[in-house]
């Protein structure tokens, strides 16, 4: 069967060529091989995964951690993240689940034991071994209070639960946003995690946004890089009013991008997809955080040594950690395109990019002070 690279490019493992199997997965060789039992005991990072397909009949279960989470999964090499990740158990049941909403709101890693029926996974798929539930039990849960308030409100909607628990940290947004434990009574429902991971990116985004518009623009022109697991990243924030463009190149292939002008994209990033609300949002905190106003474009090229798509966290804390060292500043935009001349190959993101195109050809007003 011929699969078309470009297809691949904008597919990074959702098997739309319409394969059973990845063949950039069976790549990955090293994995530690378990011998697992059908009643297994181990705690949840805590992570309950909701599957997307055949959508809203999904499955859904904690992730256990048969060898326990690395504290900081970014300091990992590649390989070893990989690892960590082939030996998780991703537990499926479609009954009974609506028991198990206590756990998905505890703020701890819960300890779980389970009796499997049948695995359907192997210890060799990096994403994990894919198991189904008989019977599963749990310890003690640590559910603030304010959480229950919040999931016993009749009146409040799911993004503005969702904005006050922040605070208790990205993943847990996801976590109670997905296991439809927040919201009207009414609209509660469960969300793919995919799907959920996306929807708080947006909910922080637009909030955010709302704060950051108004202000001041950025003085110079920035400049930040930063490289992880043979991912490039070269991030520009450019004084201007809003403005958002992150584009992707993977290997020598196509360069693909999205982009948004003066508000927040309403339509889906259909090429870029989960990957540019991840970025975007870091790159809102940042503005918020310097109290400034700036347009934006990221830069992502990938290496051949990235054969395992992990997930948009990665690009989150990248763009992140990028976004807390120092920057190079430039006066204007041909200076800092002077710079940009001596990276990659400028001239061929250059003509891809709807944003430069925009601002450049757009004189500022203080030019004319």
Not at 61 to 82: H, I, R, S, W
Not at 88 to 105: D, N, P, S, V
Not at 126 to 135: L, Q, Y
Request: glycine content about 6%; overall charge positive.
């Amino acid at each position: 069967m011929f699969i078309d690279s470009k297809l691949c490019i904008r597919c990074k493992g959702k098997l739309l060529c319409g394969l059973k199997h990845c063949p950039l997965y069976n790549r990955i060789k090293k994995f530690k091989e378990l011998k697992l039992k059908k009643e297994v005991e181990a705690p949840s990072p805590p992570n309950f995964l909701i599957s997307w397909k055949n959508y809203p009949r999904v499955a859904i279960g904690p992730n256990l951690a048969l060898n326990g989470m690395p504290k900081d999964a970014y300091g990992l090499t590649l390989e070893e993240f990989v690892g960590v990740r082939a030996n998780q158990l991703r537990t499926f049941q479609m009954k009974g689940i609506r028991t198990k909403e206590e756990t998905a709101l505890s703020v701890k890693p819960v300890d779980f034991d389970v009796k499997l029926k049948s695995i359907t996974g192997q210890s060799s798929d990096p994403r994990g071994i894919i198991a189904s539930i008989e019977k599963i039990t749990h310890g003690d849960v640590k559910v603030p209070g304010k959480i229950y308030s919040l999931v016993d409100n009749y009146d409040i909607k799911t993004k503005d639960a969702l904005l006050k628990i922040k605070n208790y940290g990205f993943e847990y947004m996801v976590q109670t946003l997905s296991t439809g434990n927040l919201g009207i009574p009414t609209q509660k429902k469960l969300v793919p995690t995919r799907w959920a991971i996306t929807a708080v990116d947006s909910i922080l985004a637009k909030d955010y946004f709302v704060k950051i518009r108004s202000k001041p623009q950025l003085q110079n022109f920035e400049l930040y890089q930063i490289e992880h697991w043979d991912n490039h990243f070269l991030i520009i924030l450019l004084p201007w009013g809003w403005a958002f463009e992150m584009m992707e190149r993977w290997f020598e292939g196509e360069i693909i991008h999205d982009n948004e002008y003066g508000q927040l994209k309403k339509k889906y990033a259909t090429n870029i997809t989960g990957a540019y609300y991840a970025t975007r949002l870091e790159v809102l905190k940042h503005l918020n955080k310097k109290n400034k106003l700036a347009a934006c474009i990221i830069l992502r090229q990938i290496g051949d040594k990235y054969i395992y798509p992990v997930g948009v966290w990665h690009l989150r804390e990248a763009v992140e950690k990028a976004l807390q060292l120092k920057p190079e500043k430039y006066n204007s935009l041909s200076d800092l395109e002077l710079r940009l001349k001596t990276v990659w190959k400028w001239d061929e993101w250059k003509k891809k990019s709807t944003v430069w195109s925009q601002i450049s050809k757009q004189a500022r007003l203080i030019e004319f002070t």
